[in-house]
């Protein structure tokens, strides 16, 4: 876990709502000390605890949390997932933030549980994309890793997905493959797109390691793992493309290797939380 990531979503995020000061919490006595509780209203994967406490732990070092769960567990409605004992005011002060990112980052989780729980016990595995929220790239791709998915590269800088432009750009299949292995380290994927079996096949015989199968329809893949296997060196194999909860099984039932989606980490729906101060 990146603790400098976490710090730095932190901080922007309290600097955004905390601004020159928190004008309501002046309402309360600042020498007032308070506990309060955070409570699941639905289920969910949780996810996001070092956020939570950062948002706390940033304004004041004296803020006691005491969990009763662990990052990963299943969430039941009405559950208490902590205790937070305190400065009234800073808890105040930190409350929206730190739900905010624990709201967001267990949906995250929660979303990618349910497409891993949907392709058990084939040979698929879950991959997100880069279609995050600017800034939060990291922790979303922590997310997805809590909720049993895997990661696909981080950004720009530590994999080559070639896609249909850049060999437009570059030249045919084959040139593009050979330009990329030039300038890529030995450790950086390199992966190209394609949108036919022709065009499979051109990356197959050009040497290509993992390709990525866009938009194909369920046959189109089956077809694609057979032509793959007929290689000495088969590529990974990836699927992308309009892929929901309810095909998600059939297209990791053709044997497909990896399947990337990018609802993973975008369109996400908050999971319901709340702090509730405590008499």
């Not at 709502?17 to 308070?34: E, F």
């Not at 267990?106 to 949907?118: D, G, I, L």
């Not at 096949?201 to 793992?225: P, S």
Request: with cysteine.
């Amino acid at each position: 876990m990146q603790i400098d990531e976490i710090r730095k979503n932190v901080a922007i995020a309290l600097a955004e709502d905390v601004g020159s000061g928190d004008l309501t919490a002046q309402l309360i006595s600042n020498d007032a000390n308070i506990a309060a509780q955070v409570i699941s209203r639905e289920a969910a994967i949780l996810c996001g605890i070092a956020w939570f406490e950062a948002c706390f732990n940033q304004l004041s070092s004296d803020i006691a949390i005491h969990w009763f769960v662990k990052e990963g567990d299943v969430l039941q409605p009405n559950q208490t997932l902590c205790k937070i004992e305190g400065n009234a005011r800073t808890i105040l002060t930190a409350e929206r933030s730190a739900l905010n990112f624990l709201q967001f980052l267990s949906a995250v989780a929660t979303q990618t549980h349910r497409y891993v729980k949907a392709v058990s016990g084939t040979h698929a595995l879950i991959v997100d994309t880069r279609k995050t929220i600017p800034g939060l790239r990291y922790a979303e791709k922590y997310a997805v890793r809590c909720g049993g998915g895997a990661n696909h590269r981080i950004g720009l800088y530590d994999g080559i997905l070639i896609k249909e432009n850049h060999i437009i750009a570059s030249g045919s299949i084959a040139q593009t493959l050979h330009k990329a292995r030039t300038i890529a380290p030995t450790e950086i994927m390199i992966e190209i797109e394609v949108e036919t079996l022709d065009e499979l096949r051109q990356a197959l015989h050009a040497g290509a390691t993992m390709i990525l199968l866009d938009n194909l329809e369920l046959e189109m893949l089956r077809n694609a793992v057979i032509l793959n296997q007929q290689y000495t060196q088969p590529a990974i194999l990836e699927a992308s493309g309009n892929i929901t909860l309810t095909n998600v099984r059939s297209i990791a039932e053709t044997g497909i290797d990896r399947i990337s989606i990018g609802s993973l980490t975008k369109n996400i729906k908050a999971i319901d939380l709340s702090m509730r101060f405590l008499h």
